[in-house]
């Protein structure tokens, strides 16, 4: 029986992505550095570490995100760098890396990209932020963030800071904060 090249190339496009870490699919190296972190191994750590310098923003998503299901706090040395470089969706998962290594050396970094340029990365370096909210420092620069430029950034240093103090009496202003936390 002769099949059609048609038939052939449905066949051929039904596939689902498979996790490959050596694809030229983006999304299959997604899948293939996620798969990593089922078993914390040397190998798959060196894997992962090297992943972070993929050319694709997905990948390097990934890879951090494995680094994090691994919860190692000595991994923040690999998510800090990627706190100011690559596109935003890598500078946002870099700071929930961070948040979830919960290491307190990346405060001082998580502080500083309150300053980043785009909200959607100012947004989660106050979630982020939110999980060391007994520091001060933190509870301070959260206080001035309810002040952000951005609407939803503002929103969400004061949705965090109602979480950390148990205070929801506090009106939404960098001035009513500032007044209510020591």
Same mark, same amino acid.
């Given at each position: 029986?002769?099949?059609?090249?048609?038939?052939?190339?449905?066949?051929?496009?039904?596939?689902?992505?498979?996790?490959?870490?050596?694809?030229?699919?983006?999304?299959? !190296?997604?899948?293939?550095?996620?798969?990593?972190?089922?078993?914390?191994?040397?190998?798959?750590?060196?894997?992962?570490?090297?992943?972070?310098?993929?050319?694709?923003?997905?990948?390097?998503?990934?890879?951090?995100?494995?680094?994090?299901?691994?919860?190692?706090?000595?991994?923040?040395?690999?998510?800090?760098?990627?706190?100011?470089?690559?596109?935003?969706?890598?500078?946002?998962?870099?700071?929930?890396?961070?948040?979830?290594?919960?290491?307190?050396?990346?405060?001082?970094?998580?502080?500083?990209?309150?300053?980043?340029?785009?909200?959607?990365?100012?947004?989660?370096?106050?979630?982020?932020?939110?999980?060391?909210?007994?520091?001060?420092?933190? !509870?301070?620069?959260?206080?001035?963030?309810?002040?952000?430029?951005?609407?939803?950034?503002?929103?969400?240093?004061?949705?965090?800071?109602?979480?950390?103090?148990? !205070?929801?009496?506090?009106? !939404?202003?960098?001035?009513?904060?500032?007044?209510?936390?020591?």
């Amino acid at each position: 029986m002769k099949r059609s090249p048609w038939a052939l190339l449905l066949l051929a496009s039904c596939c689902s992505p498979e996790p490959n870490r050596t694809s030229r699919d983006p999304y299959e !190296r997604y899948l293939g550095v996620r798969e990593l972190a089922t078993a914390r191994t040397a190998v798959s750590v060196a894997e992962a570490v090297r992943l972070l310098d993929d050319p694709h923003p997905l990948v390097v998503v990934g890879a951090l995100e494995t680094l994090a299901d691994f919860r190692d706090k000595d991994f923040l040395q690999h998510a800090v760098p990627k706190l100011k470089s690559g596109p935003p969706l890598v500078r946002a998962q870099a700071c929930a890396t961070v948040a979830t290594l919960r290491n307190e050396e990346g405060v001082g970094p998580l502080l500083e990209v309150l300053n980043d340029s785009d909200p959607t990365v100012r947004r989660a370096a106050v979630k982020a932020l939110a999980g060391f909210g007994g520091k001060t420092e933190v !509870r301070r620069a959260l206080v001035e963030t309810v002040g952000d430029k951005d609407p939803s950034v503002a929103l969400m240093a004061h949705t965090k800071l109602q979480e950390i103090t148990g !205070r929801t009496d506090v009106a !939404r202003s960098k001035e009513a904060w500032a007044a209510a936390v020591p």
